[in-house]
């Protein structure tokens, strides 16, 4: 992602094509300092990603981008979600779900004869896979030393087998623990199900021998960061859940569900009409990561259920590519031009790896959604890291240069406006992110009827696909690249020393730096701001 366009040099213009707009007065600024805090729970934040600094937040004002719409007349944008599937029939999505009108459901013909039978809602390149391995894994287990990509594989599979395996031992151990302590803290409160206050409640002014003064200490401590006991015990058995999904699939030599399940070669680019035309997957659940994207950028707006999504004309089309594990270059290739060729004008690409033996197919699906007049929005990965350094795929950049201008990487913010801004999982890199919106305690639909929060820069980047249908639907005349560089422009510049990564497990501390160093624009993505460059650029008057 890194950008050689003059526009980005100039603070006062922005150019498209041959376009110029001088920038509002009434755009959105970053306040100068940290904001107060709020009080920060489960219904604060709900809203969080939509509200502005006004509100105290680091999000995208999106209030104040549909009141300047109002009176406008949008049209109908189609957003692909290539994901691990979306719950088609979820009540907050089922309104909103893209249909081919071309095909008749459910007969076993390829009505529209483009070589995917009954896609009535979308494709599933993954058939009935639920998990798969990690692509290292893959390289892994090949043994080819020839591979170029072989030997950092195979470093990197047995240091994080090992490291997995080390992590589920202390998990399980801290388990046994909590067991004890919740034990004793469930007969000093009197309940089952316990808050840090009831703790203090039922201790307040009572002396305990050491053992016992230990595992009250040790209880508040764990519920510092969750609402009660229960959670605690959830968070931890969902931990060892994950560590053994990581061993018996991710990091599983031996398993091999492409060969034996879809049956198809990953090596091999000819073959393309394979997976069936259930989009939600095999398990409902395991959509969870898809339908949760889905509702971040178009669930059905002021329905009085659930949640608004950011866009309110869009029609999602599901893609399933990306499964338990990592995802292959040949399905994501695929996805992205099924995607391109079915209508969709935004694509949403919340997945990402360290290893792509075939990044060049992906590539070249890049470039022919660019050829197409669209625009594909990207997570920037969890991994705490700087991009520039370490790849991570997909991405644009080939030998350091950008091979389109459709593509836009997002970094993921959390809801302070302080020195916390940036989430501490995000990744970061000022040639290759792009912009940041909010990612950490994002509230979205989820299978069957349901919403939880979740965190990831996989949350952070539908919060701009949506904003880019946003301005597809209500400045249908704009093109792709137009959309990209208005939302890259129109961010808020934030003047700011921020915390980036993780404090390890070594003691090394989060690190400080400007945040105008962490992205090509050292911008947060605000939907007001876009609004105002749009109708500017397209002399579109809005409603005061």
């Given at each position: 992602?890194?950008?050689?366009?003059?526009?980005?040099?100039?603070?006062?213009?922005?150019?498209?094509?041959?376009?110029?707009?001088?920038?509002?007065?009434?755009?959105?600024?970053?306040?100068?300092?940290s904001l107060a805090q709020k009080t920060y729970?489960?219904?604060?934040?709900?809203?969080?990603?939509?509200?502005?600094?006004?509100?105290?937040?680091?999000?995208?004002?999106?209030?104040?981008?549909?009141?300047?719409?109002?009176?406008?007349?949008?049209?109908?944008?189609?957003?692909?979600v290539v994901d691990s599937g979306v719950d088609?029939?979820?009540?907050?999505?089922?309104?909103?779900?893209?249909?081919?009108?071309?095909?008749?459901?459910?007969?076993?013909?390829?009505?529209?004869?483009?070589?995917?039978?009954?896609?009535?809602?979308?494709?599933?390149?993954?058939?009935?896979?639920?998990?798969?391995?990690?692509?290292?894994?893959?390289?892994?287990?090949?043994?080819?030393?020839?591979?170029?990509?072989?030997?950092?594989?195979?470093?990197?599979?047995?240091?994080?087998?090992?490291?997995?395996?080390?992590?589920?031992?202390?998990?399980?151990?801290?388990?046994?623990?909590?067991?004890?302590?919740?034990?004793?803290?469930?007969?000093?409160?009197?309940?089952?199900?316990?808050?840090?206050?009831?703790?203090?409640?039922?201790?307040?002014?009572?002396?305990?021998?050491?053992?016992?003064?230990?595992?009250?200490?040790?209880?508040?401590?764990?519920?510092?960061?969750?609402?009660?006991?229960?959670?605690?015990?959830?968070?931890?058995?969902?931990?060892?859940?994950?560590?053994?999904?990581?061993?018996?699939?991710?990091?599983?030599?031996?398993?091999?569900?492409?060969?034996?399940?879809?049956?198809?070669?990953e090596n091999d680019f000819t073959k393309k009409?394979?997976?069936?035309?259930?989009?939600?997957?095999?398990?409902?659940?395991?959509?969870?990561?898809?339908?949760?994207?889905?509702?971040?950028?178009?669930?059905?707006?002021?329905?009085?259920?659930?949640?608004?999504?950011?866009?309110?004309?869009?029609?999602?089309?599901?893609?399933?590519?990306?499964?338990?594990?990592?995802?292959?270059?040949?399905?994501?290739?695929?996805?992205?031009?099924?995607?391109?060729?079915?209508?969709?004008?935004?694509?949403?690409?919340?997945?990402?790896?360290?290893?792509?033996?075939?990044?060049?197919?992906?590539?070249?699906?890049?470039?022919?959604?660019?050829?197409?007049?669209?625009?594909?929005?990207?997570?920037?990965?969890?991994?705490?890291?700087?991009?520039?350094?370490?790849?991570?795929?997909?991405?644009?950049?080939?030998?350091?240069?950008?091979?389109?201008?459709?593509?836009?990487?997002?970094?993921?913010?959390?809801?302070?406006?302080?020195?916390?801004?940036?989430?501490?999982?995000?990744?970061?890199?000022?040639?290759?992110?792009?912009?940041?919106?909010?990612?950490?305690?994002?509230?979205?639909?989820?299978?069957?009827?349901?919403?939880?929060?979740?965190?990831?820069?996989?949350?952070?980047?539908?919060?701009?696909?949506?904003?880019?249908?946003?301005?597809?639907?209500?400045?249908?005349?704009?093109?792709?690249?137009?959309?990209?560089?208005?939302?890259?422009?129109?961010?808020?510049?934030?003047?700011?020393?921020?915390?980036?990564?993780?404090?390890?497990?070594?003691?090394?501390?989060?690190?400080?730096?400007?945040?105008?160093?962490?992205?090509?624009?050292?911008?947060?993505?605000?939907?007001?701001?876009?609004?105002?460059?749009?109708?500017?650029?397209?002399?579109?008057?809005?409603?005061?």
């Amino acid at each position: 992602m890194k950008k050689s366009f003059i526009w980005v040099a100039l603070a006062t213009f922005l150019f498209v094509g041959c376009r110029a707009t001088k920038v509002s007065a009434d755009m959105d600024k970053a306040p100068a300092t940290s904001l107060a805090q709020k009080t920060y729970n489960d219904a604060t934040l709900k809203g969080w990603p939509h509200e502005g600094f006004k509100q105290n937040f680091p999000g995208l004002n999106l209030q104040e981008a549909y009141a300047l719409l109002k009176g406008l007349t949008p049209k109908k944008v189609i957003v692909g979600v290539v994901d691990s599937g979306v719950d088609i029939n979820h009540e907050d999505l089922k309104n909103v779900v893209w249909v081919n009108t071309k095909e008749i459901p459910d007969n076993g013909i390829d009505d529209d004869k483009n070589g995917y039978v009954d896609d009535v809602h979308g494709w599933n390149f993954l058939g009935n896979i639920a998990q798969e391995n990690t692509e290292m894994t893959r390289i892994y287990k090949t043994k080819d030393k020839k591979n170029p990509d072989y030997a950092n594989a195979k470093k990197e599979f047995d240091k994080e087998t090992a490291e997995t395996k080390k992590r589920k031992g202390y998990y399980e151990q801290l388990i046994q623990i909590t067991e004890f302590a919740d034990n004793n803290l469930r007969k000093i409160t009197g309940k089952e199900v316990y808050t840090a206050k009831d703790i203090d409640a039922a201790t307040k002014g009572k002396t305990f021998d050491a053992p016992t003064t230990e595992m009250i200490q040790f209880m508040k401590q764990l519920l510092a960061d969750v609402s009660n006991s229960g959670d605690i015990k959830k968070e931890l058995n969902d931990a060892i859940e994950y560590f053994d999904t990581k061993l018996k699939y991710h990091l599983n030599p031996d398993f091999s569900p492409r060969k034996t399940i879809l049956k198809d070669n990953e090596n091999d680019f000819t073959k393309k009409y394979y997976g069936n035309n259930n989009v939600i997957g095999p398990n409902t659940k395991d959509a969870l990561h898809g339908t949760h994207v889905a509702g971040i950028i178009g669930a059905e707006r002021n329905n009085g259920i659930g949640m608004n999504g950011v866009a309110d004309n869009v029609l999602i089309m599901a893609v399933r590519a990306v499964p338990d594990g990592d995802e292959y270059d040949k399905d994501v290739a695929l996805a992205l031009r099924y995607a391109v060729d079915n209508g969709a004008k935004v694509i949403n690409t919340s997945f990402g790896k360290a290893f792509s033996p075939h990044k060049e197919w992906v590539y070249d699906a890049i470039k022919y959604a660019a050829s197409k007049d669209v625009l594909i929005v990207n997570a920037a990965g969890n991994d705490s890291q700087d991009i520039d350094v370490k790849d991570t795929y997909p991405n644009d950049e080939v030998n350091k240069k950008e091979i389109s201008d459709n593509f836009l990487t997002v970094g993921a913010l959390n809801y302070e406006y302080n020195k916390n801004l940036v989430a501490s999982f995000s990744n970061y890199g000022k040639r290759n992110v792009d912009v940041f919106a909010p990612g950490v305690k994002i509230y979205s639909t989820t299978p069957e009827n349901k919403y939880e929060f979740l965190q990831g820069t996989s949350m952070a980047s539908p919060e701009v696909a949506g904003v880019a249908a946003l301005l597809r639907s209500y400045f249908p005349s704009l093109s792709a690249a137009e959309v990209k560089k208005i939302i890259m422009e129109s961010g808020v510049k934030v003047d700011m020393k921020v915390l980036v990564g993780e404090d390890d497990d070594e003691g090394k501390k989060r690190k400080e730096m400007n945040f105008a160093d962490l992205s090509t624009t050292g911008t947060i993505v605000n939907a007001k701001n876009a609004v105002i460059l749009a109708a500017k650029i397209t002399k579109t008057k809005l409603s005061k």
